[in-house]
């Protein structure tokens, strides 16, 4: 069983930035994935950035464009995201979540069917 809390979310006027952080705790491994998703009401959940917490990999939704950054404490057990420059399309709730096996061939960061827990979510909304 794996917990995962999301926090740091908030309003922000265009331009602006949060960080987010999403604290793992439970059965979690060196080597799991851990990314960051969102969900507006417009659009379908959307992958927004992963890490490998075992190498240090990291991912990126092309729409971050060098806005956000992940990254991952000494333990990894604490994932950040760092959100720079933030848009009013960024607004949406922020989920983090774990995938335990992200080794297996072709398996993709972005596709929400690979995780295995998920948080319930920090909201951030982004005025213009």
């Known amino acids: 069983q794996v917990q995962l809390v999301e926090s740091g979310g908030g309003s922000v006027q265009a331009g602006g930035s949060l960080r987010l952080s999403c604290a793992a705790s439970?059965?979690?491994?060196?080597?799991?994935?851990i990314a960051w998703f969102r969900q507006s009401p417009e659009k379908e959940r959307e992958g927004v950035a992963a890490?490998?917490?075992?190498?240090?990999?990291?991912y990126y939704a092309e729409f971050t464009k060098g806005r956000f950054t992940i990254s991952q404490d000494n333990s990894g057990n604490t994932v950040d995201l760092q959100m720079n420059s933030l848009k009013a399309e960024d607004t949406g709730m922020y989920y983090c979540?774990?995938?335990?096996?992200?080794?297996?061939?072709?398996?993709?960061?972005?596709?929400?069917?690979?995780?295995?827990?998920w948080g319930q979510g920090t909201q951030v909304t982004v005025s213009s």
């Open positions: 890490i490998d917490t075992g190498g240090d990999l990291t």
């Open positions: 979540a774990v995938d335990f096996m992200p080794w297996i061939r072709g398996r993709t960061w972005y596709d929400d069917s690979n995780y295995d827990y």
């Open positions: 439970g059965n979690t491994h060196s080597g799991d994935r």
